[in-house]
Antibody, heavy 121, light 107 residues
Framework: QVQLQESGPGLVKPSETLSLTCTVSGGSISSIGYYWGWIRQPPGKGLEWIGSIYYSGSTYYDPSLKSRVTISVDTSKNQFSLKLSSVTAADTAIYYC?????????????WGQGTLVTVSS | AIQLTHSPSSLSASVGDRVTITCRASQGISSALAWYQQKPGKPPKLLIYDVSILEGGVPSRFSGSGSGTDFTLTISSLQPEDFATYYCQHFNRYPLGFGGGTKVEIK
């Protein structure tokens, strides 16, 4: 079964770029029929969709983050990545990656375990 | 963007109770709604998609209904493992969105 695992620095300084990678195992990221998404959750708060990507590189982003977000895919490594620039304390959150079903637009399953990223000097 | 509003934001219930959570969309989303369960320190787990289709392995005490703008998640007989926070998510169009969640606590 497909599993996802987030990785990356747990601490990022204000104004710098947050970079995370999601590694997919148990299945191919190039599978037709799935997008791959990033979702975050500030401590004690709700879920926020960040963006989603197809293996071809097609992306969708939340408009509120679009100017700062880049999601990319590396099919050779079965990974997709998130970059969020000019971070502030408001970007402190648990960041999850997840598979999006069905391809074009849909729900998320399964999810990675999440990684806490703290923005602080 | 489409906004999703949960009600209530939290509730207290006892084991065996029937629990109903509502998710209201700011505009019609047809049947493009999913529900998730999240326990502390864990990622969300998909329960239901397309309003009423149970994800594999989800107990049948969970059910979903609704269409258009008003949706409900019902737990027919609350079990100890069901105490958690529940989120709805729409996928009618981009941007995708989640409701603020309903926390189900032990009475």
């Amino acid at each position: 079964q497909v599993q996802l695992q987030e990785s990356g620095p747990g601490l990022v300084k204000p104004s710098e770029t947050l970079s995370l990678t999601c590694t997919v195992s148990g299945g191919s990221i190039s599978s037709i029929g799935y997008y791959w998404g990033w979702i975050r959750q500030p401590p004690g708060k709700g879920l926020e969709w960040i963006g989603s990507i197809y293996y071809s590189g097609s992306t969708y982003y939340d408009p509120s983050l679009k100017s700062r977000v880049t999601i990319s895919v590396d099919t050779s490594k079965n990974q997709f990545s998130l970059k969020l620039s000019s971070v502030t304390a408001a970007d402190t959150a648990i960041y999850y990656c997840a598979r999006q079903i069905p391809a074009a637009i849909g729900w998320f399953a399964p999810w990675g375990q999440g990684t806490l990223v703290t923005v602080s000097s | 963007a489409i906004q999703l509003t949960h009600s209530p934001s939290s509730l207290s219930a006892s084991v065996g109770d029937r629990v109903t959570i509502t998710c209201r969309a700011s505009q019609g989303i047809s049947s493009a709604l999913a529900w998730y369960q999240q326990k502390p320190g864990k990622p969300p787990k998909l329960l239901i998609y397309d309003v009423s289709i149970l994800e594999g392995g989800v107990p049948s005490r969970f059910s979903g209904s609704g269409s258009g703008t008003d949706f409900t998640l019902t737990i027919s007989s609350l079990q100890p493992e069901d105490f958690a926070t529940y989120y709805c998510q729409h996928f009618n169009r981009y941007p995708l969105g989640f409701g603020g969640g309903t926390k189900v606590e032990i009475k």
